[in-house]
């Protein structure tokens, strides 16, 4: 069984000293983005009224996704919920990894954005439950673009945007064309290159599941991605993901930024403009579609208190009480989950832009296609897809930082991720 091949990877990596949860606490792995940040504080409240002490580990992406996968498939119960997403989700619901979550009739899981919950399922049973979703636009400076005189389009074409870019592109003046992730991981800087590649027409694997990391479509695509971010990118993008862009967006450096739609919640610049993905003439997959979800390790000894506070921190209630909240208010809260947010229109007032994040969310297309015969927009829903994507993620940092050249680069990834497919015995 292909699963069990996360379960050897997972203990090859090693599994942190395991504490023992109380009944009284509840110990919650996050990332560290900034709802999850901010959950910490609204969730005082939670435990003023319930008496469960919370005690938070909050990690970089990466560092997440590993130390978890390690705890939760060794059974390691160092954590009583996990943050996982939609290509964990439903694999370790179906191996047995994670709890199956079941809430009261209040929950309304009917206002649960369809894409959400099909995406953290398996067979109709909800693994995880989305914190906050997203898909990926374009969020650009539109003091620059009018300036240059150029303009940016929904799904413009990946030319256009590089013209932009090269337009708006003033590195003297400390501002850079285009910010996109070059951080090396399978949820880093893969996130925005297979979006780059689907776009293209390429994809992960073929019908019969060997990689085709070496296509036309890949070289294409990886080419365009090296030239646009080489540049008219900061320097030292390849150590860039999301908060390290947030970061110099923030500090007026980025004139242009594809990625995850939750950012415009944290943009502090004024005129910035939002815009579908672009494409190079397949717009299937050129948005991607996730969910920061949080999950119970199965076994766990607090599996009921950690279903009740998942079921009031994914609710209704929680986005009003971030709402209510003195630090927060409607322009903060987790967005991207429930329908019943984008009613308010309070929410409306200060989400100059909800009708974009819906857009690509709606859009996002994350079921198999002749092109791409697998589930997934960003990632392959498959268990080996994590090794396969960290292999390759490290060859495409070497080639955006000019340490390997684009055709030894994807040469090198063809060969990894051929022999982690052979191995897990797709063929």
């Not at 859009?363 to 994590?386: L, R």
Request: glycine share 10%; hydrophobic share 45%.
């Amino acid at each position: 069984m292909k699963l069990l091949r996360n379960t050897a990877i997972a203990l090859a990596v090693g599994v942190a000293t395991a504490t023992t949860a109380s009944a009284a606490g509840l110990t919650i792995a996050i990332v560290n983005n900034g709802h999850m940040i901010n959950m910490q504080k609204v969730a005082e409240a939670y435990t003023a009224d319930t008496g469960v002490e919370l005690n938070w580990v909050s990690l970089e992406e990466g560092v997440l996704r590993e130390q978890v996968t390690s705890d939760t498939a060794t059974g390691g119960g160092q954590y009583d919920i996990i943050n996982i997403g939609m290509q964990e989700a439903p694999i370790w619901g179906a191996a047995g990894w994670i709890e199956e979550l079941k809430f009261g009739e209040a929950y309304d899981i009917d206002d649960m954005l369809p894409a959400m919950r099909n995406g953290l399922s398996h067979e109709g049973k909800l693994y995880a439950a989305p914190f906050y979703g997203e898909s990926s636009m374009v969020m650009y400076r539109k003091d620059l673009t009018d300036a240059a005189g150029v303009t940016i389009a929904d799904n413009d074409s990946w030319d256009n945007i590089k013209a932009a870019a090269a337009a708006i592109h003033k590195p003297d003046d400390g501002i850079y064309g285009a910010c996109l992730r070059g951080k090396p991981g399978w949820g880093d800087n893969m996130a925005f290159i297979t979006t780059v590649v689907n776009s293209f027409g390429g994809a992960w694997f073929d019908k019969d599941m060997k990689p085709q990391l070496e296509s036309d479509e890949w070289k294409a695509a990886i080419n365009f991605y090296v030239d646009l971010l080489g540049n008219y990118g900061p320097p030292g993008s390849e150590g860039n993901s999301f908060n390290e862009i947030l970061a110099l967006y923030n500090e007026g450096k980025c004139g242009m930024w594809i990625d995850a739609t939750i950012a415009a919640s944290f943009l502090e610049v004024d005129g910035v403009a939002y815009a579908q993905s672009p494409n190079a003439g397949n717009p299937v997959g050129a948005n991607w579609l996730w969910a920061w979800a949080m999950a119970v390790p199965a076994g766990s000894p607090n599996a009921e208190e950690s279903m009740k506070f998942i079921e009031w921190a994914t609710s209704k209630e929680y986005i009003k009480a971030v709402a209510d909240h003195a630090d927060f208010g409607w322009a903060k809260v987790p967005t991207g989950t429930r329908a019943s947010t984008y009613a308010y229109p309070e929410f409306q007032a200060v989400a100059g832009f909800a009708a974009a994040e819906m857009a690509a969310i709606e859009s996002a297309a994350p079921a198999a296609t002749d092109i791409k015969p697998y589930v997934g927009v960003q990632f392959a829903a498959i268990p080996e897809f994590p090794e396969v994507g960290s292999a390759v993620a490290q060859e495409m940092a070497a080639a955006l930082s000019g340490a390997k050249s684009v055709d030894d680069a994807l040469a090198a990834s063809q060969a990894a991720a051929d022999a982690i497919m052979r191995e897990a015995g797709y063929y």
